[in-house]
């Protein structure tokens, strides 16, 4: 894409500092204080501009977005959301001859696929446009710390084997959150996914932003742009009838347990991920895990040519997991993976 513009969601590691991430390390709020702090400057944020807020208006909210395609060729799409409750809303994104439509129910939400694979920067529009972590998620602080005379952000502990951190970026002065910070898996190694905040609008009581542009690894990758977000007190019913097709995925009040690999053994026709190989082949597939802990409704999200498309699919089909659960219930979760192929061609 050829204009280059701030930032959202970016990848925060211990042992390897972006330049954000190297101001962030340098000083810290004393950790008595970090978590309430940090969790009042979240809440205010939430005040300020989540829309989605238990009792909040009806609206109907529509997007652009464009991004680069594998080609480089720059791709256009349109996001539509219709929300009257966080138990009644409707999703819908378009981008090609491609169309994903979600619809929530108030312990579930449904969503079906159409045309080819959906390009994983289109499958983020969605999370990108709902700013905010979901209320029942547990997030345990570790830092605070001043990026800058105006913007201060704060920074959860590690999390797993690569001492991933999550961090959230405010606005001193408006405290309206400027920039959202979030691990991403790029290859072999793990990058900054990082999308940011501009051009607040009021809508009601809150303050909501017009443009969202992201960027992983410092290079621009997705621009959000805000046509239009009304009122919408009596949607229409029939707009949140799942459609004929959709698959059920469990929507949990409180913080799931995700699917635990049980067997998940490797392509058999190619090169195996372990083995020394000048090229890699990364293939990154979309899945739901029911109840049972079987794959289903598989889809690619980031090719890695049509033969190692082919193989992961055959592949992950015959993975099994030891079903999500919540509230130690199990339940169906709609997840992401990754198959790599080390090959010399």
Same mark, same amino acid.
């Given at each position: 894409?050829?204009?280059?513009?701030?930032?959202?969601?970016?990848?925060? *590691?211990?042992?390897v500092c972006s330049t954000i991430l190297l101001v962030l390390c340098s000083s810290a709020s004393p950790v008595d204080d970090v978590q309430k702090?940090?969790?009042?400057?979240?809440?205010?944020?939430?005040?300020?501009?989540?829309?989605?807020?238990?009792?909040?208006?009806?609206?109907?909210?529509?997007?652009?977005?464009?991004?680069?395609?594998?080609?480089?060729?720059?791709?256009?799409?349109?996001?539509?959301?219709?929300?009257?409750?966080?138990?009644?809303? *409707?999703?819908?994104?378009?981008?090609?001859?491609?169309?994903?439509?979600?619809?929530?129910?108030?312990?579930?939400?449904?969503?079906?696929?159409? +045309?080819?694979?959906?390009?994983?920067?289109?499958?983020?529009?969605?999370?990108?446009?709902?700013?905010?972590?979901?209320?029942?998620?547990?997030?345990?602080?570790?830092?605070?710390?001043?990026? +800058?005379?105006?913007?201060?952000?704060?920074?959860?502990?590690?999390?797993?084997?690569?001492?991933?951190?999550?961090?959230?970026?405010?606005? %001193?002065?408006?405290?309206?959150?400027?920039?959202?910070?979030?691990?991403?898996?790029?290859?072999?190694?793990?990058?900054?996914?990082? =999308?940011?905040?501009?051009?607040?609008?009021?809508? +009601?009581?809150?303050?909501?932003?017009?443009?969202?542009? =992201?960027?992983?690894?410092?290079?621009?990758?997705?621009?959000?742009r805000v046509v239009d977000l009304s009122p919408e007190p009596s949607p229409e019913t029939a707009l949140f009838?799942?459609?004929?097709?959709?698959? +059920?995925?469990?929507? =949990?009040?409180?913080?799931?347990?995700?699917?635990?690999?049980?067997?998940?053994?490797?392509?058999?026709?190619?090169?195996?991920?372990?083995?020394?190989?000048?090229?890699?082949?990364?293939?990154?597939?979309?899945?739901?895990?029911?109840?049972?802990?079987?794959?289903?409704?598989?889809?690619?999200? *980031?090719?890695?040519?049509?033969?190692?498309?082919?193989?992961?699919?055959?592949?992950?089909?015959?993975?099994?997991?030891?079903?999500?659960? =919540?509230?130690?219930?199990?339940?169906?979760?709609?997840?992401?993976?990754?198959? %790599?192929?080390?090959?010399?061609?």
């Amino acid at each position: 894409m050829a204009v280059a513009l701030p930032r959202f969601m970016m990848l925060l *590691r211990v042992t390897v500092c972006s330049t954000i991430l190297l101001v962030l390390c340098s000083s810290a709020s004393p950790v008595d204080d970090v978590q309430k702090t940090a969790e009042e400057m979240l809440n205010r944020a939430r005040q300020l501009s989540d829309i989605r807020s238990p009792n909040a208006p009806g609206f109907r909210l529509n997007v652009t977005f464009s991004f680069a395609g594998p080609d480089l060729d720059t791709l256009h799409g349109t996001y539509t959301e219709v929300w009257k409750s966080n138990s009644q809303w *409707r999703r819908e994104t378009v981008v090609g001859d491609f169309r994903r439509i979600e619809i929530g129910g108030p312990d579930r939400y449904w969503l079906i696929d159409g +045309g080819k694979d959906l390009p994983e920067e289109a499958a983020r529009v969605a999370t990108v446009v709902d700013m905010f972590p979901k209320r029942s998620a547990t997030i345990e602080f570790e830092t605070i710390t001043d990026l +800058g005379p105006t913007t201060q952000c704060a920074v959860t502990k590690a999390e797993g084997e690569r001492h991933l951190k999550h961090a959230f970026c405010f606005d %001193k002065d408006k405290h309206l959150l400027k920039e959202n910070v979030a691990p991403q898996e790029f290859f072999t190694r793990a990058v900054d996914y990082s =999308c940011h905040y501009n051009r607040f609008r009021k809508f +009601g009581d809150y303050w909501f932003p017009q443009e969202v542009v =992201c960027f992983m690894d410092r290079r621009q990758r997705l621009e959000a742009r805000v046509v239009d977000l009304s009122p919408e007190p009596s949607p229409e019913t029939a707009l949140f009838t799942p459609p004929a097709g959709a698959v +059920g995925i469990g929507d =949990c009040s409180v913080t799931p347990v995700p699917p635990e690999a049980v067997s998940t053994p490797q392509p058999r026709s190619m090169l195996l991920p372990s083995q020394v190989g000048e090229h890699l082949h990364l293939v990154m597939v979309r899945m739901v895990v029911d109840t049972k802990g079987k794959p289903q409704d598989l889809r690619i999200t *980031r090719s890695g040519g049509k033969k190692f498309d082919e193989a992961t699919l055959e592949t992950v089909r015959a993975w099994r997991y030891k079903p999500g659960t =919540c509230n130690g219930e199990p339940m169906t979760v709609l997840m992401s993976t990754d198959v %790599k192929f080390w090959t010399d061609e």
